[in-house]
């Protein structure tokens, strides 16, 4: 199966608000179970907008009481389903969260992995989210087997 290379940038909340690009491209939203997904801009070179609430935890365990909110399995298939039926459509694929360190980094630095076999800028820059990250790449290379 040939690949190819994605342009993915990590925003926080406060930068996605502003983000403007006439590249065509797709938006991963990441959003704490307790609060509401923020408005994105209205954009015509958006293709598609994937929504996905969750914790920023980077293990399950001494969180009893967040553990109905912790980055799943079944979250990692729905990212790798959506970005499978965007990745030729776009330029760029921007992955946001809250403060735009963990959880979104988590998520293109897997991404990275997958489609340009390299995650070394998100580790360098970033402090990504290693559940979400192991869960993705594992989800990932399974469904490749």
């Not at 509401?36 to 914790?55: E, G, H, M, R």
């Not at 980055?71 to 946001?96: G, M, P, T, W």
């Amino acid at each position: 199966m040939e690949i190819n290379k994605m342009n993915i940038l990590v925003f926080s909340e406060n930068n996605i608000k502003n983000f403007v690009t006439n590249k065509t491209h797709a938006v991963i939203s990441i959003q704490d179970p307790d609060c509401d997904f923020i408005k994105l801009p209205k954009n015509p070179n958006c293709v598609a907008t994937s929504k996905y609430k969750f914790y920023d935890f980077d293990s399950p365990t001494g969180q009893k009481n967040y553990d109905l909110w912790l980055f799943e399995k079944q979250d990692a298939e729905k990212i790798l389903e959506f970005v499978e039926s965007i990745k030729n459509k776009i330029e760029l694929l921007c992955v946001h969260c809250v403060a735009g360190i963990s959880r979104s980094a988590g998520v293109a630095g897997a991404l990275s992995k997958i489609y340009n076999n390299d995650d070394s800028y998100y580790f360098k820059h970033y402090c990504p989210n290693m559940l979400v990250y192991r869960i993705i790449l594992n989800t990932y290379y399974e469904k490749q087997k």
